[in-house]
């Protein structure tokens, strides 16, 4: 069975702060996929990443970047210099093996960036 | 070059009425997933199908809910003698074959509210 974690309900930042979302995961299958997806307060799912089993190259795209280690089976998001706008909910999600077709989204994580 | 389209985004029905929910998926895609966002939670998978076929109903309640993918139109989720604890968003996914290794796009989501 699949798994995700996202430790932290909720974290409040004031904004141009460094803030890092958490995320564990737990599958038995040695290849598999995970994502992280914003949902503004608008409430669409906004794609963000999707990192391969094999991949383990750190990844950055502007003031986001994504840490993924095998090891402690995390990948882990950070949002450098935080802005208002960046308020949001953000799901880490795993894809994998015989459950290849669906996604296993965390409980979510919500980001409050205060001015 | 439309994503996946969802409606409507919002729907009102009583307690006992039918729901309807339609997605259309991404130009090139063939399978199409849906999840439910119950408030203030994060997204559980409920049924993933291709063109005629259901490949997993694992996560679908076994009683009043029910979903298709036709040869021809949208698919559709149908909930029936909708209750209050229907009421949630409702997202549609699509993605080409194994949708883990092209990613799946998401439509908007249908908020469905039971009265």
């Known amino acids: 069975a699949q798994k995700v974690t996202q430790a932290q309900t909720e974290i409040s930042v004031v904004e141009k702060e460094d803030v890092t979302l958490d995320c564990v995961y737990e599958t038995r299958d040695t290849t598999y996929y995970l994502f992280w997806y914003k949902q503004p307060p608008s409430g669409e799912l906004v794609f963000l990443i999707r990192?391969?089993?094999?991949?383990?190259q750190n990844e950055i795209s502007g003031r986001y970047s994504w840490n993924f280690q095998k090891s402690t089976s995390s990948f882990n998001f950070t949002i450098t210099a935080s802005q208002v706008v960046d308020s949001a909910v953000y799901f880490c999600a795993l894809s994998a093996g015989t459950s290849y077709g669906k996604l296993t989204f965390g409980q979510g994580t919500i980001l409050t960036v205060h001015p | 070059n439309a994503g996946v389209m969802q409606n409507p985004r919002h729907l009102v029905r009583r307690r006992g009425q039918e729901a309807r929910l339609r997605c259309s998926p991404m130009?090139?895609?063939?399978?199409v997933y849906w999840y439910r966002q119950l408030p203030e939670e994060g997204l559980k998978f409920m049924v993933y199908?291709?063109?005629?076929?259901?490949?997993?109903e694992s996560g679908m309640p076994k009683e009043r809910f029910s979903a298709e993918f036709p040869k021809e139109g949208p698919s559709i989720l149908r909930i029936q003698q909708v209750v209050r604890g229907d009421s949630a968003a409702y997202f549609c996914a699509s993605s080409q074959p194994s949708g883990g290794g092209y990613g799946y796009t998401f439509g908007s989501g249908t908020r469905l509210t039971v009265v």
């Open positions: 130009k090139g895609h063939s399978h």
């Open positions: 990192r391969n089993s094999f991949d383990e």
């Open positions: 199908l291709q063109k005629e076929n259901i490949i997993d």
